[in-house]
């Protein structure tokens, strides 16, 4: 098998996944936080796959999340909460709905792209902010009650629950992401990333790629989605909106994009910092948000993976 | 009803107008140098916030109040463009949209610290103001003004590009900036010049905005969506481009919204995302 020695899982990865075990037990206050950290890192795990391997930027990523979150929060609304199937029927209509737009996608340069993505998110938005009857509108979908998982653990208010869910769901996916890159598919991805003119040549269908990647992407937004309607039991317009595509793109591009885990680490950085500098004020947070853009952008390309990746390197060498 | 339909095209035209002045400068900077400035409509905001502050601070007149925002934005887009974007125009498109996005919201932050979230009131002088009726149909004497001045503007860049040194230059840059830069053309300052005159031109158009679209410090991305299809649509090659995407854009902007108000702003981004299908690389082709 190509790239097997690539895939091979090393022990920085196995400390990484420690993180959110120990924090479970350190933390224990923390958790309906943390279970929301880990929503927005599967999230950004789904746009790294759409950015980081196939090099689409996206304006509009958040268009599956809300979908997701509307599949299953609607399911729960009208009184079938189981939750893991929930998070199927999420998938697949977040799956559905980026097979269709990637179509649009395959067909445009970037500039093409992304207006497309921002109106595809801006258009479902909107839709879901004018059928009131169904989504509630503004106001937000309530009455989403999720039975217990498995039929044995409630979702508490202590987020008990919420948190070990979202993290087991978060690890199956990445696990997933993660044989996915390193597969043959993966490589072939990777081609069209390094050299998208190239790729016809050697007989490989640059289209068919992106299109299998954008939805593979839509479906794991699709379930950070209902993971976050399930968690919360609630549906808010907001997961739809401008502000999240906006925010899991800069989370992944703080993280590092084109690494699984840039997308993790960008997550939770960006959520403390969130959670300390909002308080001051929610427009002093956005300025600071740009700043940091536009500093990532002229002097840290890459993001704290590629410092780490480099550092290491650094540090390797001289034993080599 | 009759009547009513060339009302309603009548303000799309206007609308369509507005957009094209806001959108051209994005036109050129994507057509010169291949980049995709999000801020762009944070120059047209900054104009619009420098109409009202001389109006209501200094009792400037509107039309002076228009030049000073022109002036403004020049300015502006030509500081910003020497201290900032020079840095990005040769990487990625998504690092010139991270970073767009960024100035955006440095933007947006600015202006609510500075003048707070709210709506910013323009007074117009009593002669813009009501109705004026031309061949039995009443139109608004505002829009008919904006269809006027950006009328003038069109055709005045048009002969900037076509019968100017400069605009032989910008139309050269933009066909083949390798082979321009060979025939000694400076390429660099060519873009800043016309860099500064597009941050002008929506600066100019931020300030006639106001009455239109409003103006409160979410501007630059509110209306982001159609400056950005204003120029895939139109392409990037030439002036008639644009204007045209921009036109179509209004007229249907405003139409759905009066006869389909439940939607809302669904039939414009159906429009777009149906027009990008069709013409995947704009009207008149385009390159990058």
Redesign the interface.
């Known amino acids: 098998m190509i790239g097997v020695a690539d895939a091979r899982w090393t022990r920085y990865e196995s400390a990484f996944w420690l993180l959110p075990v120990v924090a479970y037990f350190a933390l224990p206050t923390y958790r309906p936080f943390g279970s929301q950290i880990l929503i927005a890192g599967l999230f950004a795990l789904s746009l790294d796959l759409v950015l980081g391997y196939a090099r689409i930027v996206s304006l509009g990523h958040a268009a599956f999340f809300g979908l997701g979150a509307y599949a299953a929060g609607l399911l729960a609304h009208h009184g079938y909460g189981e939750p893991l199937s929930g998070l199927v029927v999420a998938a697949v209509v977040a799956a559905l709905a980026g097979a269709l737009a990637s179509l649009l996608i395959v067909r445009g340069q970037d500039l093409t792209r992304l207006i497309v993505t921002l109106g595809v998110g801006l258009m479902l938005y909107e839709i879901a902010n004018r059928a009131t009857s169904i989504t509630g509108g503004v106001d937000g979908l309530p009455d989403v009650s999720i039975k217990p998982l498995f039929g044995v653990f409630r979702f508490d208010i202590d987020g008990n629950t919420a948190y070990l869910y979202s993290l087991c769901v978060l690890f199956v996916v990445f696990c997933f992401a993660r044989r996915l890159v390193h597969s043959p598919f993966g490589l072939s991805l990777r081609g069209v990333r390094e050299g998208e003119r190239r790729m016809p040549a050697i007989g490989i269908s640059v289209a068919r790629k992106l299109v299998i990647v954008y939805t593979i992407g839509a479906a794991i937004a699709g379930i950070a989605g209902a993971l976050l309607a399930q968690t919360t039991q609630f549906v808010g317009i907001d997961v739809l909106g401008f502000a999240r595509s906006a925010d899991i793109l800069i989370m992944l591009v703080l993280g590092g994009a084109g690494y699984l885990y840039g997308g993790l680490v960008g997550a939770a950085i960006f959520m403390i910092l969130q959670d300390r500098l909002s308080d001051l004020s929610a427009a002093y947070w956005q300025f600071w948000l740009g700043m940091l853009l536009v500093l990532l952008v002229l002097f840290a390309r890459g993001g704290v993976m590629a410092v780490l990746v480099t550092l290491a390197a650094r540090w390797r060498k001289p034993r080599a | 009803m009759l009547n009513h339909l060339i009302g309603i095209l009548f303000d799309g035209v206007a609308y369509g107008s507005l957009l094209f002045l806001i959108s051209i400068g994005l036109a050129v900077t994507?057509g010169l140098m291949n980049f995709?400035n999000l801020a762009h409509g944070a120059f047209a905001m900054l104009g619009g916030y420098v109409c009202v502050l001389a109006m209501t601070r200094a009792g400037v007149p509107f039309f002076a109040a228009l030049v000073i925002a022109f002036v403004a934005g020049g300015v502006a887009g030509a500081v910003f463009e020497r201290l900032?974007y020079r840095?990005?125009y040769r990487?990625s498109?998504?690092?010139q949209?991270?970073?767009t996005?960024?100035?955006?919201?440095?933007?947006?932050?600015?202006a609510?610290?500075l003048f707070g979230p709210g709506q910013q009131p323009v007074h117009l002088p009593a002669y813009l103001t009501g109705q004026v009726r031309i061949a039995g149909i009443d139109v608004g004497a505002y829009r008919l003004f904006l269809i006027g001045v950006v009328a003038v503007i069109t055709i005045a860049l048009t002969w900037l590009v076509e019968h100017t040194r400069f605009g032989a230059q910008v139309r050269a840059a933009v066909d083949n900036r390798i082979a321009a830069e060979g025939l000694g053309i400076d390429v660099a300052r060519v873009f800043s010049v016309t860099f500064a005159l597009g941050s002008a031109l929506a600066a100019l158009g931020g300030g006639l905005a106001i009455d239109v679209l409003g103006l409160d410090p979410t501007f630059p991305?509110k209306y982001?969506?159609y400056f950005?299809?204003v120029?895939?649509v139109g392409g990037a090659r030439t002036i008639k481009g644009p204007l045209i995407a921009a036109l179509i854009l209004g007229v249907f902007d405003v139409a759905g919204k009066y006869y389909v108000p439940?939607?809302?702003?669904?039939v414009i981004?159906?429009l777009?995302?149906t027009m990008?299908?069709i013409f995947?690389?704009g009207l008149f082709g385009?390159r990058?």
């Open positions: 994507l995709i900032l840095h990005v990487r498109h998504l690092d949209v991270l970073f996005i960024g100035l955006v919201f440095m933007s947006i932050a600015s609510s610290y991305l982001i969506v950005l299809l120029v895939a439940q939607v809302g702003s669904f981004y159906a777009m995302v990008l299908v995947p690389n385009r990058g």
